[in-house]
């Protein structure tokens, strides 16, 4: 017996470019776009663990990402470096490595559903051939194994009564609504919970765009009001001095997914906090200390119409309050939804699991 042979793992070489590259990738997330704050923090970090060589410095490096058109001044000759879209695009790429692994490209993508049928993928089910299967589908080793049992070794045939045929998976496109709360809870304590949200976010884009592009992907934040963002505005998302408008970031998705015309649709939702504002007549009603029935009513109203519309809505809850879960396991039982109470560290393995899980059933 061979066994196994173990050896030392070696990490992949790299340029200078490329390992400084990394960690500004992360940085310029961290730091919401902010090229300048970025790179003080770089040069920060390559003074405490020496990331650089003796022959490339920050200042080779800054130059490289000019020269690479990873950034641009923002008007000729302003001095005022932004970042570009291939950056943008650079950072979907790393959170999706980082969050869901490095993914094989696939078809072009529809979610399976339980039902067999006419679709695009082959499953493992086979079932007598019937007039009108295509002949790419006849299982040939089980058509052949049928004709030698039917016919025998000697007289060998295969007739129309021995063809198996391979069942086909029917698909479905899901539209997805991602709801992320950017009140100003999301980075108190000391915690910064704003980052791996918007992480999460430019991954499940990615995803999305990769290997299911005929599926849809908008992206909500909500604070005191609710509205939509552009995949290419995550990395410069920043957390402000909101109140939590749960409601506002709920109809706004809902009025998003009535728009939509696939059949499966779906919110998610990533948030800290309870809700504790709502508008009315123009003018906002808020309340911090604990929660407000009035607010709170408002919420599961909107969790029932999502629940009559056949709309789930999966909680990624990132605090871990009894009386803030308290309120998330009355606003998931009201949308017969699902709830995660998640650390931040497991966040984007919560949402991806939760994603690829649902593109096997249809919602009802």
């Given at each position: 017996m061979l066994g196994y042979r173990f050896s030392n793992y070696?990490?992949?070489n790299q340029t200078p470019f490329e390992k400084l590259f990394d960690i500004f990738k992360q940085l310029i997330t961290y730091t919401s776009g902010d090229f300048g704050e970025a790179i003080s923090w770089l040069t920060e970090l390559d003074k405490e663990y020496k990331l650089t060589e003796p022959d490339y410095g920050i200042g080779d490096f800054i130059q490289e990402l000019k020269d690479r058109g990873y950034i641009k001044d923002e008007e000729p000759g302003s001095g005022n470096i932004v970042i570009t879209a291939k950056t943008e695009q650079a950072?979907?790429?790393?959170?999706?490595?980082k969050i869901f692994g490095k993914l094989k490209k696939g078809k072009s993508g529809n979610h399976s559903t339980k039902y067999t049928g006419s679709g695009e993928e082959m499953s493992s089910d086979t079932r007598p051939f019937q007039f009108g299967d295509g002949l790419e589908q006849i299982s040939m080793l089980e058509s052949l194994k049928n004709a030698q049992v039917n016919n025998g070794i000697g007289n060998f045939q295969i007739t129309e009564n021995d063809l198996e045929v391979?069942?086909?998976e029917h698909k479905t496109q899901t539209s997805t609504v991602l709801m992320i709360d950017i009140s100003h809870s999301m980075i108190l304590y000391g915690e910064d919970r704003i980052t791996p949200a918007k992480n999460v976010a430019m991954a499940l884009s990615e995803l999305i765009k990769r290997k299911y592009p005929k599926d849809t992907l908008d992206i909500i934040v909500f604070g005191d009001d609710a509205w939509q963002i552009e995949v290419k505005d995550l990395p410069y998302l920043k957390v402000g001095p909101f109140h939590t408008n749960t409601v506002a970031g709920l109809e706004l998705a809902m009025d998003l997914l009535r728009r939509r015309k696939n059949a499966n649709k779906q919110?998610?939702?990533?948030?800290?906090g309870k809700p504790t504002c709502i508008k009315e007549?123009?003018?906002?009603?808020k309340n911090s200390f604990g929660l407000d029935q009035k607010i709170l009513n408002k919420c599961?109203?909107?969790?029932?119409?999502?629940?009559?519309?056949?709309?789930p809505v999966t909680t990624f809850m990132v605090a871990s309050d009894p009386y803030l879960q308290e309120f998330v396991h009355d606003f998931t039982e009201a949308n017969n939804g699902k709830a995660f109470y998640t650390s931040l560290q497991g966040l984007g393995e919560f949402i991806f699991e939760d994603f690829?899980?649902?593109?096997k059933r249809t919602f009802k």
């Open positions: 070696n990490q992949p950072i979907r790429q790393q959170a999706l490595e391979k069942e086909k919110i998610f939702m990533i948030t800290d007549h123009g003018k906002y009603y599961l109203t909107l969790a029932q119409s999502c629940r009559r519309l056949k709309i690829e899980r649902n593109k």
